[in-house]
């Protein structure tokens, strides 16, 4: 079978969209996606079976006892994180897309660093930086004259609203990446247009830049939102009792596996179905950039006081989502270190860590590439579908997806090794847990929706136009990929490996399980410490995932957050005519 | 980053020779553990010392046991280490443990500390003790009296939902039944000074920032902060509190242990059993025991003087297995009365 000749010969333009390009019934992109979401939904699937196994007796105790009072706090948190990680990331780059201010330049990066920062090292600090006996509440009783921290105290960090505002500060960046790029990519033209029609300030953001941004503020909330959702380290610190919680207890403390997987699976109905009526609520709508010559926004220049108001808007998260924690580990490392010195392995962590969460990104953008251009080239629904099954893993708890991937994985293995004793007379034994390919497997299943989601975002700019032209030129669709999309969609590329690598670095329970013997990487490496509660020597660790993350994230702000805009107006340029033209009109 | 592009090929190929080369080297044996291992380095080292025999381990805390049953036949896990008695009895139940034979731990471990079949045995003991303000003027303290109204808005305590919690409570219930306990419960919830969450460790700085009064927590947690060994400000935590060590009005002491199996289908058998063997030793069981502040399984065996400082521990005589039965409905019991909300 050859199919790219075959895709050649049988390929239509007529049509005008890539979409509807004919293909073969055995497209290979297609066959090379359905993998991708097998591997994906394998583990998934794999909870199914696992769940099936429970009674149904378990629901009774829940519905009685637990889930009146966990999914009203579960909801309360999304609400709230939501909200805050909403008017933060839509506040602030609205700030920085669109106005020009003094050290607007340095909050433009700067605004993303929370990314660096996961949120049980956050939960950790905050606690200790706000503790009646940590620096901020004593300094505070020194200032008023009072002796005995049981005289006065500031509200206990351990509560719905401080899970809120630690979540909410150091999850906003996902807003903020994705509104940004919108705001500079999308609105310009249309703003333009309003403000030449005597729109104010807040009209222009209000009624024409924000509704344009909503598919990017939702992206960005929603990840937010899962983050979460699944977040077990933060909201459990913090004594926040979240349907994930319940999952833990079901699991670790009863020893109900399959009712814990009853749980995780209700959840993950519940979150895809949100996700369908949110898809479903902007079904008519259009977003897509339809002025011809996209150009950037022209900023408005902020004096005086408003000046100053912005960089304070913009600094504050940055202060609160990265510098107060990054200080105090700092402050907790230099402790340690002339203490008691530096651990030895630390190097050995750094290397297990950036090359596992290379090696991962390195797939998880390969991966995402095959469904989302698997998407683009083959008919019909299925390939969007898989779109979705492929990230289906964010949805599911990091320990959750991990115990799914177990039987998946040793399946394999017995597989291969059945296979290799036959053929070649060698036992392979756990290749995938002996390894670390096991940790980098449930890396890629849990962040192929980032990975894919941004290089979805990426493909959509360019023009379906550029597909036929290229094929009708005589290039597969394999070339074509290589030659003409992923240059165009660089930049999202990068984003998306950036981000993915960023949330391996910080990745724990998945690492934790399905590691190989004898093999720690700094999170596990913190984790340990924690555990055994030498939590200044935890801190050198903390503060390396952070000094590592915050190289990607250094990067980032090069190439996503000025990149986009520069690769939109080249594909657009590129797609639609020989030189963009400012003053041309919108094509509608 | 050139480094990124050329590491993960070396590497992967570099994991997968150490992995093929692990399972041809001489004579070792695998160590999975929920109990982090940094602790008892020093002392696998001595055995390593000792015996020749090279000792893996890996730390994971939860999903031991679905690990070890989706590993199956190949598991190379020996010896199965566990820091919860309703974990350890777990591991048995699941079958992923097999019985094991030897004189030298029936000798060296009390009978209600070990399985009756060798499938599982204690290693050491941790106290569930009560930690009080300095000030504060009690010397005893039962179990039964945490629900007091004298207490209200003053107590801190972890999670209900924590192992070492829903032991405590299981133990309550073998003593006085699920409806005692559950009203207990529901004082306690009553005296809470803040959300039920954290650590132990949390309760003595919680004490010493006036947020409470009285807190519950283990023992060895006042060990290792009063050693020094967890910073210099964790000092200052543990001066700050008094210890108390509790009993049931008509018991002793509720204990818990840190205890190992060995695995169903461990491929080193004799070896797990020599390791298991030297950890009951005098001298094992004295390092074992310091290296975290617990109590030597073993008896006769010296006790940290900062644990030894606490006072004469009295054990309670209710059998884990039969306190292990009633975890799952200590466990309800405190959805049902929200104490973590």
Redesign the interface.
């Not at chain 2, 982090?36 to 602790?39: A, D, F, R, S």
């Not at chain 2, 010493?208 to 947020?211: L, P, R, T």
């Not at chain 2, 060994?229 to 210099?232: A, F, I, K, M």
């Given at each position: 079978m050859r199919p790219a000749d075959s895709s050649i010969e049988s390929a239509s333009i007529s049509s005008g969209t890539a979409a509807s390009v004919r293909r073969p019934r055995w497209n290979p992109w297609l066959i090379a996606a359905g993998v991708v979401a097998l591997l994906v939904a394998a583990p998934i699937a794999s909870l199914f079976v696992t769940a099936s196994a429970g009674s149904d007796e378990l629901w009774s105790h829940l519905l009685a006892s637990v889930l009146p009072a966990s999914v009203r706090d579960t909801l309360v948190l999304l609400a709230g994180v939501g909200a805050l990680t909403a008017l933060i990331g839509t506040g602030t780059a609205w700030l920085v897309a669109a106005h020009e201010f003094p050290g607007r330049r340095v909050v433009d990066w700067a605004l993303l660093l929370p990314l660096a920062v996961p949120t049980y090292i956050i939960a950790y600090a905050y606690l200790d930086v706000l503790h009646p006996v940590g620096p901020v509440q004593t300094a505070i009783r020194a200032l008023l004259g009072i002796d005995s921290p049981r005289d006065f105290r500031l509200p206990d960090i351990r509560s719905m609203a401080g899970c809120i505002f630690v979540l909410g500060f150091v999850l906003y960046p996902y807003v903020y990446l994705t509104a940004r790029a919108m705001f500079l990519m999308q609105s310009a033209n249309l703003i333009d247009a309003a403000r030449t029609l005597g729109a104010g300030r807040r009209a222009v953001f209000l009624r024409v830049a924000l509704p344009l941004a909503r598919p990017a503020v939702v992206i960005g909330v929603s990840l937010a939102l899962l983050e979460t959702l699944n977040d077990i380290g933060a909201a459990e610190f913090l004594g926040v009792r979240t349907l994930t919680v319940s999952v833990y207890t079901t699991w670790i403390t009863r020893s109900d596996l399959p009712g814990a997987a009853q749980i995780a699976l209700a959840m993950l109905i519940v979150v895809l179905c949100l996700v369908l009526v949110e898809r479903w609520a902007r079904r008519q709508r259009r977003f897509a950039n339809d002025a011809q010559h996209p150009r950037p926004l022209a900023r408005q220049r902020l004096r005086g006081a408003r000046g100053v108001l912005a960089l304070a808007a913009c600094a504050v998260p940055v202060f609160i989502g990265f510098v107060v924690p990054a200080w105090y580990l700092l402050d907790q490392t230099i402790q340690r270190v002339r203490f008691a010195g530096v651990s030895a392995a630390i190097p050995r962590e750094v290397l297990n860590t950036v090359a596992l969460s290379a090696v991962a990104t390195v797939l998880a953008v390969l991966c995402a590439l095959v469904v989302v251009y698997a998407a683009r080239v083959a008919r019909g629904p299925a390939p969007r579908w898989l779109v979705r099954i492929a990230s289906l893993g964010y949805a599911v708890p990091g320990t959750v997806l991990a115990i799914g991937l177990l039987p998946v994985i040793t399946g394999i293995e017995a597989f291969v090794d059945a296979a290799a004793s036959r053929l070649i007379g060698a036992s392979t034994g756990l290749f995938l847990l002996g390894s670390g390919a096991a940790v980098v497997y449930a890396y890629v299943a849990r962040f192929l929706t980032i990975s894919a989601g941004s290089l979805e975002a990426g493909f959509s700019r360019v023009s379906p136009s550029i597909d036929a032209a290229a094929r009708t030129l005589g290039a597969s669709a394999l070339r074509t990929l290589f030659r003409v999309h992923v240059p165009m969609v660089k930049p999202a590329i990068a984003t998306g490996a950036l981000l993915v690598f960023v949330d391996c670095m910080k990745e724990l329970p998945a690492t934790l399980l399905l590691r190989p013997l004898g093999f720690e990487t700094l999170a596990t490496h913190l984790y340990g410490e924690a555990v055994r509660g030498t939590y200044e020597e935890a801190a050198i660790a903390a503060l390396l995932i952070v000094a590592v993350g915050l190289v990607p994230v250094l990067i980032l702000t090069r190439v996503g957050v000025r990149g986009p805009v520069e690769a939109g107006m080249a594909a657009a340029s590129r797609a639609d005519g020989p030189e963009p033209d400012p003053a041309a009109p919108p094509r509608d | 980053?050139p480094?990124?592009?050329k590491?993960?090929a070396a590497?992967?190929a570099g994991?997968?020779a150490?992995?093929?080369s692990?399972?041809v080297a001489a004579e070792e044996v695998?160590l999975y553990t929920t109990r982090?291992?940094?602790?008892i380095q020093p002392l696998l080292d001595a055995f390593t010392q000792e015996t020749g025999i090279k000792v893996?381990?890996?730390?994971?805390?939860?999903?031991l046991a679905?690990?070890v049953a989706?590993?199956?036949t190949?598991?190379?896990a020996d010896v199965l280490m566990t820091v919860d008695f309703?974990n350890l009895i777990?591991l048995v139940e699941k079958g992923l443990t097999q019985p094991v034979e030897s004189a030298v731990l029936n000798e060296a471990i009390p009978s209600h500390l070990r399985d009756e079949n060798g499938h599982w045995y204690a290693l050491s003991m941790r106290a569930r003790v009560v930690y009080a303000a300095k000030d504060l003027p009690i010397e005893t303290f039962n179990y039964e009296q945490l629900d007091d109204a004298e207490w209200r808005g003053k107590l801190c305590i972890r999670?209900g939902?924590?192992?070492y919690n829903?032991a405590l409570i299981a133990a309550h219930i073998v003593y006085h039944g699920e409806d005692a306990t559950r009203a207990w419960l529901e004082g306690m919830k009553r005296n809470l000074a803040?959300?039920?969450?954290?650590?132990d460790?949390?309760v003595a700085?919680?004490i010493?920032?006036?947020?409470c009064d009285i807190g519950v927590g283990n023992s060895y947690?006042v060990g290792?902060m009063r050693s020094g060994?967890?910073?210099?400000e964790?000092v200052?935590?543990g001066e700050a509190i008094k210890v108390i060590l509790p009993t049931f009005e008509n018991g002793g002491t509720h204990v818990n242990i840190s205890g190992a199996a060995v695995a169903h289908h461990s491929p080193n058998r004799e070896q797990a059993v020599r390791l298991l063997e030297y950890l009951v030793s005098d001298a094992a069981q004295k390092l074992y025991a310091e290296a975290n502040f617990e109590y030597p399984v073993k008896p006769g065996v010296e006790v940290d003087p900062l644990i030894a400082a606490l006072g004469e521990l009295t054990v309670d005589s209710t059998p884990l297995v039969e306190i292990a039965r009633h975890?799952?409905a200590a466990?309800?019991l405190v959805?049902?009365v929200?104490f973590?909300?």
């Open positions: - | 980053m480094l990124f592009r590491r993960p590497l992967a994991l997968l150490a992995a093929l692990a399972s695998n982090e291992p940094g602790l893996n381990s890996i730390f994971v805390r939860d999903g679905e690990r989706a590993e199956g190949r598991s190379p309703g777990d999670s939902q924590h192992p829903t803040r959300a039920a969450t954290g650590g460790r949390d700085r919680d010493m920032g006036g947020i947690y290792l060994r967890g910073g210099p964790q200052k935590w975890r799952d466990s309800r959805d049902r929200r973590d909300q």
